[in-house]
């Protein structure tokens, strides 16, 4: 009896959790994508998939590189920050080890229950001293929930575009960064979870990404959690769109947990994917993944 009563509690408080979700969180969206225009005739140069220049060289504003650019996603888990206090400060110590340019930040919190109220972005420029914005997918109690993106670098700009979404809200941060005198267009997302029974609406959302970076001016970067696999259909069909070149075709999981990989740094193609590798540490259910790119604006 005593054993029955612990399942039965177990069940009801994931059932209240659930309720809770369903009725202050869960949302459909209509579907519809709405990227900016974009006049192509400003575009700076980039490459088409077969590697062919689509525009002139000088027009790129690329110096030559001293080195790669080292790009990172991470989806933190910022909710661990509820049982154990010093998460943030775990998660800042796997970027400091590393030294990024970029980081894409996936379930970032700011002042949420979950953060015990915390801005965790806060903390993490802080401890990394490191630029930031953050972006709410959907607020609550005053509390937001949602991606960020730190770099060392200026962000000139920076929106967020709510995607097509059935339950949990998702957006993409768009955002114009300048290092090193360079200018960049970065992405950074959070698809849907629910597995696959939500592989059709990850399917819309990756359409509407590839919508958005098309609509960049400056050589570009997308990363972020997505959800899938690399051999799922929605990930296979954002692929044969062509926009955008996927980092590290077999770098192995990156949620230890489910072994399987489903977080993601994509590039312009005129990008050289020199390394692209999981770290795997860190205080996340989540490993890092982290890219190093050379862009070619020289070659033919």
């Not at 029955?4 to 949302?27: D, P």
């Not at 459909?28 to 709405?34: H, I, Q, V, Y």
């Not at 689509?54 to 080195?67: A, H, I, M």
Request: proline residues 6%.
């Amino acid at each position: 009896m005593p054993k029955r009563r612990w399942v039965l509690g177990l069940l009801s408080i994931a059932l209240l959790f659930f309720l809770y979700r369903f009725f202050t969180v869960y949302t459909a969206r209509s579907g519809e994508c709405k990227p900016k225009p974009v006049d192509t005739s400003t575009r700076i140069a980039t490459r088409t998939e077969q590697g062919q220049l689509v525009s002139f060289p000088e027009r790129s504003g690329f110096p030559p590189q001293q080195r790669p650019l080292i790009v990172m996603t991470y989806n933190i888990a910022g909710h661990d920050e509820l049982y154990r206090s010093d998460h943030i400060q775990k998660i800042a110590a796997v970027i400091n080890e590393e030294r990024p340019d970029i980081v894409a930040l996936e379930e970032v919190h700011r002042k949420t229950w979950q953060s015990r109220f915390r801005d965790q972005l806060a903390e993490l420029e802080a401890a990394t001293h490191m630029h930031g914005y953050f972006a709410p997918s959907y607020v609550q109690w005053g509390g937001g929930f949602g991606n960020a993106i730190l770099t060392r670098g200026d962000i000139a700009f920076a929106e967020a575009h709510p995607l097509p979404s059935l339950g949990e809200p998702r957006t993409v941060i768009e955002t114009v960064i300048r290092i090193d005198n360079v200018t960049l267009n970065v992405y950074a997302t959070h698809l849907v979870t629910w597995g696959s029974l939500n592989s059709k609406t990850r399917r819309e959302q990756l359409e509407c990404l590839a919508r958005h970076v098309r609509t960049s001016r400056y050589p570009y970067l997308l990363a972020g959690d997505l959800n899938a696999g690399p051999d799922s259909d929605e990930v296979k069909a954002f692929r044969k769109l062509n926009a955008a070149q996927l980092c590290g075709e077999d770098i192995g999981e990156t949620m230890p947990a489910m072994g399987r990989r489903i977080d993601y740094i994509f590039a312009d193609y005129g990008w050289e994917v020199r390394n692209t590798r999981v770290l795997k540490k860190g205080p996340s259910d989540h490993w890092p993944v982290v890219a190093e790119l050379m862009w070619r604006r020289n070659e033919n």
